[in-house]
């Protein structure tokens, strides 16, 4: 039996559908993914990569079904799911799952496709397990598909682990051995068992501060709208690759095409060097007109213009940032209290307040070079209207 | 220059006053005494000393006056009251503190007496210190008490890092570097520079979370509820230590004693061995007669014995706990949020609801030797009234 | 399933016979004794103790056991032994051992007539195990005795690590999962599988380095001595407690005996308040003669009296320490390469470098009060004839 | 101040001339080469790059300083030197570092090019420092050289750290603290103060353990090979960059490049896929002819070539790898032992007695696709002599 070494879990022991699993190339692409995209920009630490956290999960999922007493052909689908759950994910992870919804209709926990030919297919088929149904789990259906994408999953215990170990900061250091034998099956459901209620809120907590010291970092946002945008401008280029090969490409094979394309060149070296733009706006939520809050694409891209046309600057010098909330998935978890299943919302108070303290974190960002930021500051707050908000 | 290897902070230097300090035998008597008293009955690896915690306290103060710029005098103060801010614990540090308060009036933090005779008074005095301001600052008062004992002191940055290094339970691992960095003066008052709600916020929440995993386990305050009436009946015992003897044992003299005064023989044996009561009644905060919170010590003496009766077991029999509820000092944390300095629990929602859900995890407790829980559940059911509520 | 939290090995699972076992007084009594006795007054967070040491040995047992296929009563006995095999230590655990052996012949490890009566013989022969079987095992005879007490054993592995997570000398991490995943059986005896000589050799130079930093730290050893004769004089003492009594005491029930009775009353304050010898001789293996290498206890004794007299300071003045060549077990350790097995020591040079480098870090030593360390100095090195070597 | 958060030393806190050079493209390019290398194919968490590695030595240079007493200009040199110390490294580090010194004759510590022009010299004309006395440090030579570049440099403390970390392997967790405070200058040198043999051999030793375990393991050696193999083809090909853009490349363009040249493609994939060649021959020192080993470039290529013709396979087909013996650079440290200054290689046996074991763990491989390993291991062990040594 093989067993890879990780700086997080020590040794994760590969067998099975894994085994073969892990050496498809859609599975060792994972490799030049990173986790984290750009937070290494903040966190100069933050390399690791996909591949590594794809392990992480396996494993944690693998220890799940060892607690819970789930073996054979159910076993090896939720551990395939977890190995596999991220193949669908775009170069830089999530920076361009944006990007490659509105061209393909397609987000990246669909894996349906990817998972329904080629390799994966024939792996999974040799092993007894359909396809279909090990896509359903990665995106969260099925029998033990809240497991692996739920509101207590095994991704989210490890990326959490993970980030923490890799960035340096601790917050995200939660207990899997206590989460994994709090889990329990009630009716078909996962919930966590008795006295487990701080088992939850503990991942509850750990997300919301990794949330506001790491994930949304605003250095890190802004490299990321950056290559937003530069992406577009990719994929517009009659030169550019097609959606379905960009889809593919690595992070290394983004940011060369974005360096090598002149349409592009600047924010590719602005990201590889990271001489990134800077604040000219940065407003609080009660400070900003309500419908600034959450902007889609079009207005963003409609607002920048305008903004750059005020300033006098060239429109690629405005890059506008209005996040939309953090999700709270973890609110609908069930816990056992006192012999009942209660959801977690209901019966911890800091559910509600932890979405309360995130809203009072976020902020409306306007970004331009750094000899910019006076003018495009100026022109922002008129045409955004936030001096008279 | 010493330094000493230690296994949170890695090398901690000693200096001046400091170096002194250490080796008397005030200081020297915390190497006897345990940091998490009976949390080692349920953790097992928690063995750690207050001696070792107040080199921590001492250090992270050291790193705080330089990062504040305040040195010479001011800074040998400060440093003096960060390691001698533990030495008026008795044996069993806060497990005997209500005890010890009932006899002589005193609490841990008044250590005016301690500090004003003998070689700690001497050693001050020889560093031109007072130890009249060295006792203030322990208790919070003066210039820089804050950063002593109060909302936002090293005492707590070291004791989450430190517990969660010994007993295992990662929820204390808090971000002292980031902590430190963040401290500032206005107006010679503490405050977290802008940008650091969450700095305080996963202090808290850390905090919250040790509460329910580790500090309030119902486990270790069995045994803390078991030994706070043995050191009652000890020092009731003609053949007792009086009360300044007593508030001067080590853990180990105060075992050593219990196992050897026949009035305390059983309750010792039970403690050193492990051979605890266990849980006859255990009931929510909102199942419970509303005056049955937070009793006082003669109440639950009262009930105790009234409980014993009417179940027919010896009055030593029957231990009834009902904590007090967990204080939130870390509300009036001042942290600058957009240029202004704010009181945290007026900008963050997670100090109210982290005061909620210890609400919710709050239990009233009734506890008897195991072959006896029957008869004392119903009877401390219907004494106490928990079936009408 | 009982799952108990450990700061090393994070869950420790406890099922069977060692669920019950770790219930027992005997057992109990480890949480007393510190794993490192007098390392603490060099490293002042390493006051762990052998019950959670204890606990760490069979938790690598067992998953020894699972990793070589071995089950029921055969793992059973190993994973009893494991959690076992310390139960025969006296107070400061090896620091008595030689006042224990002196006075009954019996070495700690020689467990049989601990488990053959009392509750630990009840409730292995409950659990059909026969307790000189599980003896056998402690003392490193029998089938897969070499995994409790051998030249490779799981409580090697364990204390290495556990000690470096106490001190904070990192010098001790090893990587138990390496070490189990490399244990294979060769014609019933241990071996380590191809590919793992330094797997080897990393136990064992972390050994020899934790050796040099932590175990045999002068400090620590000046404690020991002056502990050692304390205890002599204790057993001697009329009101002394007998031999028999004695082993069964834990740390602070000795020290609290040796500051209560007036033969050992100062000794005990100084090892209680850190308040030690001073060094008087130091000198390396080489500059003395070859007969003052590692002296027996009567021979210690005799130096002792004559040093002093001729110092003319109280005999008890005088502290010699000549201790004994660190024994390298691991030598022997088989491990296989190319297909065969070999001896590690005839397979790597290292077994030989690190008993060499031990020799040059030997140091004989002669302590006493720092305020008699001159005239102790001059008499020593005249008396041990050391200026003429 | 700025500071930045790293995984291995918290926060390190950047001034002056470092936080300048920070933001030049030659050092933010270090973002894009890999600590480890082919190492990540190995231990999939090793994704760590040269940037937070130059980092790290930049802290422990600035703490080293500080330490020494050496301040001002003399500080500002050192420092510069340790943040610069691997800006001359190519893409993949030392992996491709011959095929560049075949070609350039320079190694990849020869930075006088880089850092006497460009914004790199001009950052440090800007500080007063002069790039050639920088540049002069990082090669070893003038005052403190051997601090950056040395037998006890701090490179070795932070990569010794840091890969450990990463890849999951504790052998190389040294204790940094302990080696910063046992520097010392002794007329100019660098010594290991008083007591510190064992501080130099635990470096010594955690280097010789990560060299078995990681830093040569096979699978990364295999992947290394191929790669330099590539390398050379891709400089060869007419449409392939020169070799002054070749050794300016980042991991993640070189690998592009390699998988879309024709002549080198293969080879790119299988890197990049995790595809590798496996063993055919895998032999031990003593059972080659001495002549065999550490071949140089051109017998390789031919002994390939004949071996390839010989089994009848295309010549890429065929990988030969005879490594060159370890240096133990660390041999000459200086170390004050008994008042005098003690080369280490006169004190320790273990430095002798670890270039031995090194010996014992030297191999010589054949590598081929998994599918021509027979006919290649027959052919080489004819060719190459094998079965008559």
């Not at 700086?7 to 990173?34: F, M």
């Not at 149904?133 to 990326?159: C, F, K, N």
């Not at 509850?204 to 605003?218: E, F």
Request: glycine share 8%; net charge negative; proline share 4%.
């Amino acid at each position: 039996m093989t067993a890879i070494k990780d700086s997080v879990h020590d040794y994760v022991p590969v067998t099975g559908v894994a085994a073969e699993l892990l050496d498809t190339p859609a599975v060792q692409r994972l490799r030049h993914i990173k986790q984290l995209s750009t937070v290494r920009l903040v966190y100069p630490s933050a390399n690791h990569t996909r591949f590594e956290h794809s392990l992480g999960v396996y494993h944690l999922a693998d220890r799940a079904c060892d607690h819970l007493g789930i073996t054979g052909e159910r076993a090896e689908r939720v551990r395939a799911a977890a190995l596999l759950h991220d193949v669908g994910h775009g170069p830089y992870g999530h920076q361009t799952e944006d990007v490659i919804r509105r061209r393909t209709g397609r987000h990246h926990d669909e894996v349906g496709d990817l998972l329904g030919e080629g390799r994966l297919a024939a792996v999974l088929e040799d092993h007894g397990l359909d396809p279909a149904a090990v896509a359903a789990l990665v995106d969260g259906r099925g029998e033990l598909g809240q497991l692996i994408s739920g509101e207590l999953d095994v991704d989210r215990t490890d990326y959490l682990l993970r980030d923490a170990h890799h960035t340096g900061v601790p917050y995200g250091t939660v207990d899997p051995g206590r989460f994994l034998r709090a889990l329990g099956l009630r009716d078909g459901d996962l919930v966590l068992s008795a006295g487990n209620v701080q088992t939850a809120e503990s991942l509850l907590v750990a997300r919301a501060l990794m949330d506001a010291t790491v994930y949304r970092h605003h250095v890190s946002r802004i490299a990321g709208a950056m290559l937003e945008r530069a992406c577009e401008r990719l994929l517009d280029d009659p030169a550019g690759p097609d959606i379905e090969r960009f889809r593919r490409l690595t992070d290394g094979e983004l940011l060369e095409r974005l360096v090598g394309t002149d349409a592009t060149a600047e924010f590719g070296r602005r990201i590889r060097d990271r001489d990134l733009y800077k604040r000219a706006v940065w407003a609080e939520r009660e400070d900003i007109p309500p419908e600034l809050r959450g902007l889609d694409f079009e207005t963003t891209a409609g607002a920048e213009r305008e903004v750059a046309d005020a300033a006098g600057v060239d429109p690629r010098s405005v890059v506008l940032d209005s996040p939309s909330d953090p999700a709270l998935k973890e609110s609908s978890v069930r816990v056992v209290v006192g012999g009942e299943v209660r959801r977690l919302d209901e019966h911890s108070p800091l559910v509600e307040a932890l979405q309360a303290a995130a809203r009072t974190r976020w902020r409306l960002g306007v970004y331009a070079p750094a000899d910019h930021t006076d003018e495009v500051s100026r022109a922002a707050r008129r045409v955004l209207g936030l001096d008279d908000a």
